[in-house]
C-alpha cells in the first residue's frame, strides 16, 4: 500500500513573501526544523570524523589501520541497508529517524567518555564505528525517503540540494573546528560536542508536525519486500546506471578522506590544523556545489552534469595525488569536493524522480549501499595499496578510475533517455499533474 499523498504544511516569512527560488524547500516548516537540527547535529558529526582519524592515526601511525576503522564505520551499511529500506517503507519513518539520531547519540557519549578517562584503544575505536554504521543504515534510507513527507514531490529536487549545502556547510566548519580542539585539547571533547549536539535534531523532529502515514503491507514477508526494492533498482536501467557509477565512485575515490591524515602530515606537513583545513576546503567545494544544484528548478541536463562530475571529481584526485604544496593541496581540493557533491546529489535525484513511493526506502537503501557501502571495500583496499604503493599513487589510480567510469556511463547516457523520461512523468503524474518547470525533454 502506498504511503498517504499529503500537502506538507508550508509557512512564509515576517513579510508574508514566500523564500527565494533557491530556498524554496524552506516554505515548509518541518523543512525548517529538520535542517535546523541536522546542521548542528553534522557540525559535530564531521568534528567527530576528523578527531577519530586523527586518534587512529595518533595511536598506531598506520594507513592500513585508518582504513580498517573505516571499513568497520562503513561496512555495516552494505551489509544492513536492504534490512533499513524495508524498515523504512514498512514503519513511521519519523520514529525510526528519532530511533537513528539518539542511538548515533549514545554512542559518541561512549567514545567521548572512553577517550577523555584515557583508556580508549584501537579495537574499541573500530567497535564503536562499526555499532555506529549499523545505525546509519537503518538511519539513512529511512531520512532520505522522509524528505518527500516534509517538503511533497514539488520541492524535493530543491529539498535535497539544501539538504546536502547543510551537509557540506558543516563538513566546513566541524573540520577546521575540530582540527582546533584536537590541538588544543584533545579528541575527547570533540567526541563529546558531537554527542551533544544530536540534542538539536532529535528536538527539531520531536516538533515536527506530519499527517498520518500509511505504510506497506506487513503482511508480506520483510524478505520480498526487499527483493521487490532490489529488482526495482536492477530491472530499470537509467536507475542501476546511476547505481553502478555512485558505487564505483565511491569505492575507488572516496577513499581519499581515509588517507587524509597522512597527506596532512608526512607529505604536506601540516598536522591536525593542517587536517582540519584540507577536509574544510572539500566541504567548501562540496557547499558550492550544493548550492548550484539548489537554483536549479528542473531536471533538465542533469544526466550530463553526473558525466562532468564523475570525471571532474577523479581528475582533480589525480592533480591533489601529485602536489607536494599544502596551499596548492588545498585549492585543489575545491573542486574535488565541488565535483563528488554534484555527482552524489544529482543522481540522488534523479533516482528519487524516477522512483515510486511505495519503494522509495526500499530503492533509497540501494543507494545508501552504493553510496556508503562501497566505500568501506574501498577504505580497506586504500589501506593495503598504500602500505604497498603509499597514499599519493593510491588516491592518483583512484582518480583514472572514476574517470574511466565517467565515460562509459557518458557513451550509456543517450539509451537511458526514452526511459527515465518515461518514469519522472510516470512518478509525477502520480502526485498530480508535474510542474511546468519539470521539463524532461532532455533530463539526461
Known sequence: MDPVQTTPETVRTSSGAQPP?????????????????????????????????????RLTGSALLLGTVGFAGQIPVFLLAAAGGTVADRHNRHRV???????????????????????????QIVLLAALLGVVNAFDIPARQSFLVEIVGKEDLMNAIALNSSMFNGA??????VAGLLVASIGEGWCFFANGMSYLAVIAGLLLM??????????????????????????????????????????????????????FADQILHGGPRGLGLLMGATGVGALAGALVLAARAGLTGLGRWVVLS????????????????????????????????????????????????????????????????????????AGVVAQKLGAPWTVAIGGAVCLVGAGIFARRLPGLRTQAQQLIIAQGMAGGEPPEEMNVRSVT
Open 21 to 57: 527560488a533557491v530556498l524554496r524547500a524552506l516554505r515548509h516548516r518541518n523543512f525548517q526544523l529538520f535542517l535546523g537540527g541536522q546542521l548542528i547535529s553534522l557540525i559535530g558529526t564531521w568534528m567527530q570524523m576528523v578527531a577519530q582519524s586523527w586518534l587512529v592515526y
Open 97 to 123: 529517524v528519532i530511533a537513528a539520531q539518539a542511538s548515533a547519540m549514545l554512542l559518541a557519549l561512549v567514545l567521548a567518555g572512553l577517550t577523555l578517562a584515557g583508556r580508549v584503544q584501537v579495537w
Open 171 to 176: 563538513r566546513v566548519v566541524g573540520p577546521a
Open 209 to 262: 508536525k506530519l499527517a498520518p502515514q500509511r505504510v506497506a503491507d506487513r503482511n508480506a514477508s520483510p524478505l520480498d519486500h526487499i527483493a521487490e526494492g532490489f529488482g526495482f533498482a536492477w530491472r530499470t536501467e537509467p536507475i542501476r546506471a546511476l547505481l553502478l557509477l555512485i558505487g564505483l565512485v565511491s569505492m575507488v575515490g572516496m577513499p581519499y578522506t581515509v588517507l587524509m591524515p597522512i
Open 310 to 381: 564523475s570525471a571532474g571529481f577523479g581528475a582533480s584526485l589525480i592533480l591533489f595525488s601529485f602536489s607536494r604544496w599544502f596551499w596548492l593541496s588545498f585549492v585543489l581540493l575545491l573542486p574535488a569536493g565541488f565535483a563528488m557533491m554534484l555527482e552524489m546529489a544529482v543522481s540522488n535525484t534523479l533516482i528519487q524522480a524516477m522512483v515510486p513511493d511505495h519503494l522509495r526506502g526500499r530503492v533509497m537503501a540501494v543507494y545508501s549501499m552504493m553510496f556508503m557501502g562501497m566505500a568501506p571495500m574501498g577504505a580497506l583496499g
